[in-house]
């Protein structure tokens, strides 16, 4: 049984691509992607960023990212597809789907700890009716 899983792609394109060569490479690896059986499940480009040290002498690069599911045969193809493209100069992928599942059971505890917490911290605020001291209780009748 194979299960879905979630990968977060992440490539940079040589700056000398335009935008509409940036757009044709994301389709084609989409392509890959639905080809193999994978859904991609979210799509953004990032825009041009200055790159943290120079890469094949070029100091910028056109970032993109795909959101992927799928049982992984497709994250194969599309990292062998980008290691063999010119344009492509770096490339990372990273499963996701146990990080946020992870992140997920941390923030219900999180949540019932706090409401834990707001509850017993409302019990301690309610104060009992004050009793009438003996010496106002004099005062008042005189």
């Known amino acids: 049984m194979e299960t879905n899983r979630q990968y977060e792609v992440v490539f940079i394109?040589?700056?000398?691509?335009?935008?509409?060569?940036?757009?044709?490479?994301?389709?084609?690896?989409?392509?890959?992607v639905t080809d193999q059986g994978g859904t991609i499940t979210k799509e953004e480009s990032m825009g041009r960023r200055q790159l943290a040290y120079e890469i094949l002498h070029k100091t910028e690069g056109n970032f993109m990212l795909l959101e992927i599911e799928g049982s992984g045969r497709e994250i194969a193809e599309l990292e062998r597809r980008m290691r063999v493209n010119d344009r492509i100069i770096r490339y990372i992928t990273v499963r996701v789907d146990e990080?946020?599942?992870?992140?997920?059971?941390?923030?219900?505890?999180?949540?019932?700890?706090?409401?834990?917490?707001?509850?017993?911290?409302?019990?301690?605020?309610?104060?009992?009716?004050?009793a009438p001291r003996p010496a106002e209780a004099e005062e008042d009748a005189a």
């Open 13 to 32: 394109v040589d700056p000398t691509a335009d935008d509409e060569e940036v757009a044709r490479l994301t389709e084609s690896f989409k392509q890959i």
């Open 99 to 130: 990080d946020r599942r992870r992140a997920e059971k941390f923030k219900a505890k999180r949540a019932r700890k706090a409401e834990k917490r707001s509850t017993s911290q409302d019990a301690q605020k309610r104060p009992a009716a004050p």
